[in-house]
């Protein structure tokens, strides 16, 4: 699977952003499909994660309530609604796609095929 994400850019605190990612095959509804994001001098973390068929979503602490991960299968696509950003949500983001057990959700070893990653700034 080849996973290309869009729809970074540089926005004021409070804003909000569709994040999206394609991708590639007729193997994409079979995948669990993950954000991350790096933020500069920091590791990658886990921001959101939406398994298959859609029906279980799961979040970081500090995402939860703003951001929201949704998928649209039959266009390969799996989106991530931004809202109300902070300064802190600025990072590089990445989509991710994986076959994760539960435990292994909101980890990148989880996950076999990422994207190059979108630039997301947030003003203050």
């Known amino acids: 699977v080849q996973l290309q994400a869009s729809g970074g850019g540089l926005v004021q605190a409070g804003a909000s952003l569709r994040l999206s990612c394609v991708g590639s095959?007729?193997?994409?509804?079979?995948?669990?499909m993950g954000w991350f994001r790096q933020a500069p001098g920091k590791e990658r973390e886990f921001v959101a994660t939406?398994?298959?068929?859609?029906?279980?979503?799961y979040y970081a602490d500090s995402v939860k309530g703003r951001f929201t991960i949704s998928r649209d299968n039959r266009k390969n696509t799996v989106y991530l609604q931004m809202n109300s950003l902070k300064p802190e949500d600025t990072a590089v983001y990445y989509c991710a796609a994986g076959r994760p057990i539960l435990s292994s959700l909101r980890y990148e070893s989880g996950y076999y095929y990422w994207g190059p990653g979108t630039l997301v700034t947030v003003s203050s």
């Open positions: 095959g007729d193997t994409f509804s079979t995948y669990t």
């Open positions: 939406i398994r298959s068929n859609g029906g279980h979503t």
